[in-house]
């Protein structure tokens, strides 16, 4: 059975409306770690040592955050550039990651249509994750389509519920042993994952 | 004159090169703020206040910084989350940065060939600064081109001068009252700026 990080960045989850019904959802999912950063590291002093034997111990690092300013909140850099140091996550001798899936569980505020070429922010949801992708790529992991809740200002408390069964169901599959990870590459959106033949066959 | 204000972001100028030659030029020029982050903010904990008052006191606002993990280091992503406030910097009545010009400063290690779809990383530098493109969007802000010290591993001391000298010609032509900003959306890198004929012949 696949091991599942997910580390979850918010810095005002008291406000929050998607996240406040995403985390207790991933939570109740047995077997998944679930590594609150701002509650670890308040002041952003992360301890790199404990984060890299958390990584270490899991086959799927997910980053849980909202998308602030067209990326993830501070402490979510704070982590990757502590973290993933030279010679342990990249380099020539730093293949501590290798193999391991990364991706992103994001809300966005906008809708899926004002991330396109005609929308309000011009660009793909996907174009503004490249820094995601290829510090996946950088470190030998493979970078999972990111599961996104878009326009989470106008959604319904019903609407965030079903976000809630599908990101649980999501993770479910992934965690299950014969879960096949070479199809994430082909998706657009993790939220998809329940729609492939072979995954819904299980 | 155009007023500039330098948001610098460094976590361990003390081994850098390439900085350690860049910050002395810039602070020699005359007119110039400039704003040490890491050394205001030791704990990453921003004076919103103090930075909004600097920026709506000028005119160009530019983030010189390494590029770390294909993007800026933490601090200035958590100076983008804290201080461009909904209300202030976007949204229908935020418009304290309408009309100013925004852009990054950075030294990258790899080379300007590794950053192409045929290089290692893939991507052009510019794909990876779209956040900070539209950042500037969405603030009703002009993004200016990078500018860009490729390669810094390998520069050797008198390379990296010219660099200094370099930016300091052009931050100098950005400070004059006749500069034409209309210039800088046309320019692949800051950088060129010195090869416009329109900004040579003052």
Redesign the interface.
Known sequence: MAKILINFAH?ALEKSRVHAQLVPAVKSIPGITFNDLYENYP??DINVQREQKLLANHDIILLQHPF????????V??W??LV?EHGWAYGHTGKALKGKTFGNIISVGGSEHSYSKEGH???DIH??L??FR??A??CNMQYAAPFVVFGVHKKEFEDIREYSRQLTEVLGRMQSADFDASALPGLAYLNQLLQLPAQTQQ
């Open positions: 810095p002041d952003l602030y300013w067209y990326s993830a909140p501070a402490i850099k704070q990757i550039d993933l922010h011009g660009h174009d503004f490249l820094p290829q510090t790529k950088l």
